[in-house]
C-alpha cells in the first residue's frame, strides 16, 4: 500500500533505501517509482509525473485500496520495461474524501503545487462530476477510471477521458438481453441515489424493453443508509427479478436484510459487483445470493480458460485464485473494476509515446493522442479483453462478464461482445477547443 506522504511505500515496490537515495531527482527532492535508479540523470529523463486522485477515505475507501495496488503494480511493470519515452514514472497520490468539492481541490493542487503531467484515477461519478471542470479550467489531462456514463454523455470537457474501462449504458446495453432471456420479464430496480445510480435507471430500462422485458419499479436508495427493511415493501409482488447495484459501506447489510426478507422465495437476483466489491462471497448472511448472477467487469475468481495475459496481470497485483490478496484472504480485490487502472496506464503510455510526450507544453497533443487511439488489442497491456476507443465520446468499449455464484464462487458463464454495447451518440469532444 502506499504510505501516507502521498508517494508509493519503499517496501511495496522492492526498492531499497539506498537505490532510493541514488534515484532522488535533482533539485526535486521527490521518490520516484521502481526503475527509475536505471536513468541517467539528463533532464531528458526527468519523471513523468502522474497525480492519482484516491478516495482514500469515504465510501469510496476499498476501491482506492485496490486502485492503488494494481496502480503500483502497472507503473512497476512499466518502469521495468524502460518507462515512457525513455523517462521513468512516478506517482503522486491526494485523498479526495469521495468528495466532489475536495476533488476539485485535488486536482488543483496536482497542477499547482505538484505540478504532475496529468490526473489520474478518479472512480465515483460524483468527484469525476465535480472535478472535470476544474481540469478543464487548468488545461489539465483527466484520465479517469470510473464507470459512469458522465463522460460519454457530453456533459464533461475535453480534457476528461475515460479509455480504459466501459460505462454504465454500454454495460447495461450488453447485460439486458441476457437477462430477459435468462431471468425473466418484469425487473425491478435497486439503486444508489446520485449519478452512477441514474445512469442505470435510465439505461436498463429502454435496453430490456428493446428485449421484451420491463421494468415495473425503481427504488433508489440514499447511498449513505445504513438500513434497508423499510424500501423492500416497494417491490411489487410481480416482480421476477431484483436488479440491485448498491454500494459503499452498508453492502453487505442491504443483501443480508434482503435474504432475511423474502427468506427462500423472492424473485431472481441480477446484481452489478459493484454490491459485493471487496467483500467475501461467503461471508455469513449471504448464503441468500448462491445460484444469483452478476455482472462483472473483470472476473474475480481464476477462470479455467484464462488468457496468459490474465494470469500475469492477476500476478502483478496479487491477487489469488479467489480474488483476494496473496497471503490475505480477508483482502477481497475490487477486480471488477480495478483492472481499468492497468489499462488506462497502459493507454496513457501508448498516447505520450505517440505524440513525442515532453512535458506540460504537449498536454493537448496528449489529449489529441489519445483520441485518435481505436482498437487495442487484449494482451498483457489489455488483460480484461479486447476494447474500441471511440475519441469523439473519450469512451472506450469493451467486454462484459456474466457470472452465477454456484459453491462459494462466481463461474463465468457469459462473455459479451464490444459489439453488444456500441450506442449511438452525437457527442463529439473533438470539436471542442483545447
Given amino acids: 500500500m502506499p504510505d501516507t506522504r502521498g508517494f508509493f511505500d519503499l517496501t511495496a515496490t522492492g526498492l531499497s533505501r539506498r537505490s532510493a537515495l541514488k534515484g532522488l531527482a535533482a533539485g526535486a527532492g521527490l521518490m520516484a517509482a521502481p526503475g527509475f535508479v536505471r536513468y541517467s540523470q539528463a533532464q531528458s529523463s526527468a519523471p513523468i509525473r502522474i497525480g492519482f486522485q484516491s478516495h482514500r477515505t469515504g465510501i469510496g475507501a476499498t ?50 503545487q505538484h505540478k504532475t503531467d496529468i490526473v489520474y484515477g478518479t472512480l465515483f461519478s460524483n468527484v469525476v462530476v465535480g472535478s472535470a471542470p476544474t481540469a478543464g479550467e487548468l488545461k489539465m489531462p483527466y484520465y479517469v477510471v470510473s464507470e459512469g456514463y458522465h ?21 447495461v446495453s450488453s447485460m439486458a438481453p441476457w437477462i430477459a432471456a435468462n431471468a425473466g420479464k418484469k425487473v425491478t430496480m435497486i439503486y444508489p441515489d446520485y449519478a452512477f445510480g441514474y445512469d442505470h435507471r435510465d439505461f436498463l430500462p429502454p435496453a430490456l424493453e428493446k428485449n421484451g422485458a420491463e421494468v415495473v419499479a425503481k427504488i433508489a436508495i440514499p447511498p449513505t443508509e445504513s438500513s434497508f427493511t423499510k424500501y423492500f415493501p416497494q417491490i411489487p409482488a410481480e416482480t421476477e427479478v431484483l436488479y440491485h447495484v ?3 459501506p452498508a453492502v ?9 426478507f423474502y427468506g427462500t422465495s423472492g424473485p431472481k437476483l441480477f446484481g452489478f459487483i459493484d454490491s459485493l466489491e471487496g467483500v467475501d462471497i461467503n461471508s455469513p448472511g449471504l448464503d441468500y445470493l448462491e445460484g444469483s448472477h452478476f455482472w462483472e467487469g473483470s472476473p474475480r475468481y481464476a477462470q479455467p480458460n484464462d488468457s496468459d495475459a490474465q ?6 497485483v496479487g491477487i489469488d485464485d479467489n480474488g483476494a490478496a496473496v497471503g490475505d484472504p480477508k483482502d477481497v480485490s475490487t477486480a471488477g473494476h480495478m483492472f481499468g487502472c492497468w489499462e488506462t496506464l497502459y493507454v496513457i503510455k501508448k498516447a505520450m509515446e505517440d505524440c513525442g510526450y515532453k512535458g506540460p507544453e504537449d ?11 481505436t482498437d487495442l488489442t487484449e494482451g498483457p497491456e489489455h488483460p480484461q479483453g479486447p476494447k474500441r476507443f471511440n475519441g469523439k465520446l473519450h469512451q472506450v468499449f469493451g467486454v462484459q462478464y456474466i457470472s452465477k455464484l454456484e459453491g462459494g464462487r462466481l463461474n463465468v458463464i457469459h462473455r459479451t461482445s464490444i459489439e453488444d454495447g456500441l450506442y449511438e451518440s452525437d ?3 473533438t470539436k471542442m477547443a483545447l
Fill in 63 to 112: 476501491y482506492a485500496h485496490w486502485y492503488e495496488k494494481t496502480t503500483a503494480a502497472a507503473i512497476k511493470a512499466i518502469n521495468d520495461a524502460g518507462g515512457i519515452n525513455g523517462r521513468p514514472v512516478e506517482v503522486v497520490i491526494e485523498d479526495d474524501g469521495t468528495d466532489a468539492g475536495r476533488g476539485a481541490e485535488v486536482v488543483t493542487k496536482f497542477a499547482k
Fill in 151 to 171: 463522460v460519454a454523455s457530453g456533459k464533461m470537457n475535453r480534457w476528461c477521458l475515460q479509455p480504459g474501462i466501459t460505462d454504465v449504458r454500454q454495460q
Fill in 246 to 248: 448498491m454500494v459503499g
Fill in 252 to 260: 453487505l447489510t442491504f443483501v443480508k436484510e434482503l435474504g432475511e
Fill in 311 to 316: 494470469k500475469a496481470y492477476r500476478a502483478a
Fill in 363 to 373: 498536454r493537448a497533443k496528449l489529449v489529441e493522442a489519445t483520441e485518435a487511439l
Fill in 427 to 429: 457527442v463529439d469532444y
